[in-house]
């Protein structure tokens, strides 16, 4: 109340307190406002008394003829007064984001009703309020109703909702209005008719199984069903509470690629065309196929020779020093791999040890992504060079130099993008490394590339237009590798030494560990067996490295680089690189996890679930 207001008030009530006297009679001569039942009646003053004054309150407004009561205000009998009684809300009605719920908050602590108190004539008046509590619920109710209506909210009330509400403990929050939701549909899939690869591998393995004896597994014969291709079902729409249309999430059809040695009926069953081992490949695209199986009775060695077949091959022996298996399918090593390279586009399966020998897994994987990678940069300093080349050349042109373009660039690539020889070098490496493996299209950008080595024929060059057709290619050959991303495959054998092992998958060590190996997978890297360990030599796994024991007192450190997670019972002598934080373990610690928070911050727990025999 500020000071004016409560000056007014002080004269006003000092007044009342000396009532005017006539003929010895105490007679009052001021109006009155009397409230009774909630009405207000005013009477106006006699013999030239004061007109009573109304004022408001925060629970009660009083209006003056159309005009609020906020300081205080003479009344008169003509006059026309309302009152307003506010309340607190009893309830509190919430739609969900989605607009699929409304949900019902009751306040039991305002369920009463605040109704103006009487009060005998007086000179000002100062509404009081009283709170009846409610005999009954039925005016929430139909309040709730009344504002629902209002929110133009078309579901119908649950009526055992809204019951329940009224009843619930404290500001609990009961839906009592419902859309219908949307129904999910489903998107396609592939139901395979043989097991996973590696799976299978791991588990034959672990159950000792004899492979001479037993096959060649997974094996189909022609006619046999390899796989049943399920096609989307659609969802159906929903309603939400104001009666729209509420879209199902869309549905996509898995998209399928078939080799000529399989076929599809209109039943989308997958059939075989032959015998042999059924393929499954692709990311974005799942290719069908059935690799014929090369097998290989005994050790590959100079009398057999170099093993290069397209299919899968099947080494029930050793493959010896010097000797060189590629495979556009499964390896396959019953035996062990002595300094030997092995190749393939699929799995690598060694049965037994691989010491100083060369394992690549999911080969053509690796070499797109390498490629992609180089692609990428060829095509950032191919964009800085044109644009510098244009600007050059422009400049030379305005003060009368003739120079052609491709002198400007020569030298701009002299000077300012030297590395563009060394990129383009390391991309044609690769290419060359990759043999047949690697589609024409990338053999011929490779010699497109060759004229930023050749100044004489760049130097010839006088319109920028005459070398775009090789930005044109980068971009194709791009696209084809982001269309073609390739299955992960895995490499999986028991024990390897001084070897060199890359797959973009995982690789699964199923005996004895690693010793002084370098190893590189797009995946995880795994071990089954609770005796083995890592011991020197460098691991780097974009996933996960899950192991039992790593490191040495002994020799050098044991490097372990993971995007994921570490997991160890056991290390001594390891740094160990997550994301880009590195942390050192010179001394024996055990239990260790390491992983990186969403905000890329290092986290270091104790292992409390201990690797143990999968």
């Known amino acids: 109340m500020n000071a004016s207001i409560k000056a007014e008030l002080q004269r006003l009530l000092a007044h009342l307190e000396s009532p005017n006297l006539e003929d010895g009679r105490a007679e009052l001569l001021n109006g009155s406002v009397v409230c009774e039942s909630g009405i ?77 108190a009487d009060c005998g004539p007086t000179f000002f008046y100062v509404p ?29 009330i649950e009526e055992e909702a809204l019951q329940e509400a009224l009843h619930a403990p404290f500001r609990t929050a009961v839906v009592v209005a419902s859309g219908k939701p949307a129904k999910l549909g489903r998107d396609g899939y592939i139901e395979t008719m043989f097991p996973h690869a590696t799976e299978q591998v791991i588990a034959d393995w672990q159950r000792k199984v004899d492979y001479r004896n037993h096959g060649l597994i997974p094996s189909v014969a022609g006619g046999d069903t390899i796989a049943i291709i399920h096609r989307a079902v659609p969802g159906e729409s929903g309603v939400d509470l104001f009666g729209r249309e509420v879209p199902p999430t869309p549905v996509s059809d898995v998209k399928v690629g078939l080799r000529r040695n399989v076929r599809m009926d209109d039943t989308g069953r997958v059939i075989a065309l032959k015998a042999g081992r059924p393929s499954l490949t692709g990311d974005t695209v799942k290719i069908f196929d059935i690799q014929t199986v090369h097998i290989v009775e005994g050790d590959v060695d100079l009398t057999v020779g ?40 699929q799995h690598v399966y060694i049965h037994g040890h691989a010491t100083k020998s060369q394992v690549y897994g999911g080969r053509l994987g ?36 003739h120079v052609t373009i491709g002198q400007i660039a020569s030298l701009l690539i002299q000077n300012r993008h030297p590395g563009l020889h060394g990129v383009i070098g390391e991309f044609s490496e690769l290419i060359a490394s990759a043999g047949a493996m690697i589609p024409l299209e990338f053999k011929l950008l490779v010699r497109m590339l060759r004229l930023f080595g050749n100044k004489e024929l760049l130097d010839r060059i006088n319109n920028w237009n005459d070398v775009q057709k090789i930005h044109d290619y980068l971009l194709l050959s791009k696209v084809q590798i982001e269309n073609s991303v390739f299955e992960e495959s895995d490499i999986v054998l028991s024990f390897a030494n001084l070897s060199q092992l890359e797959t973009n998958g995982s690789l699964v060590v199923t005996g004895q560990g690693l010793l002084n190996c370098q190893v590189t997978v797009n995946k995880n890297c795994l071990f089954k067996n609770p005796d083995s360990s890592i011991k020197g030599g460098r691991i780097v796994a974009k996933g996960r490295i899950h192991a039992f024991e790593a490191g040495t007192p002994f020799g050098r450190n044991t490097y372990l680089e993971v995007g994921e997670s570490v997991k160890l019972n056991k290390a001594e002598g390891v740094i160990i690189k997550v994301g880009d934080r590195v942390v050192q373990i010179p001394d024996e610690r055990h239990d260790l996890y390491f992983s990186l928070d969403k905000q890329g ?11 143990r025999r999968a």
Do not use: W
Request: net charge negative; hydrophobic share 40%.
């Open 366 to 401: 690796l070499l797109y992504s390498k490629a992609y990678e180089l692609i990428g940069k060829i095509m950032a300093q191919y964009d800085a060079l044109e644009k510098e080349t244009n600007a050059a050349h422009e400049m030379a042109e305005k003060k009368g130099l």
């Open 40 to 116: 207000l009646r005013v009477t106006d003053p006699k013999a030239g008394g004061r007109h009573a004054s109304v004022v408001s309150t925060a629970q009660v407004r009083i209006v003056v003829n159309g005009q609020e009561a906020v300081q205080p205000a003479e009344v008169r009998q003509a006059d026309r007064l309302e009152v307003r009684i506010f309340h607190d809300k009893a309830y509190e009605l919430t739609v969900a984001d989605d607009a699929m719920r409304v949900y019902l908050h009751v306040f039991t602590e305002n369920m009463y009703e605040r109704r103006l």
């Open 306 to 345: 170099n093993v290069l077949f397209n299919g899968d091959v099947l080494i029930q022996g050793d493959v010896q020093e010097g000797m060189r298996v590629e495979a556009t399918g499964n390896i396959t090593v019953l035996g062990n791999a002595f300094s030997a390279v092995l190749v393939s586009c």
């Open 128 to 156: 009081q309020s009283e709170l009846v509590p409610l005999a009954d619920k039925a005016t929430i109710v139909a309040q709730v109703r009344q504002e629902l209506q209002e929110m133009e909210i078309i579901s119908p």
């Open 601 to 611: 911050n290092l986290h270091q727990e104790k292992n409390r679930h201990r690797e």
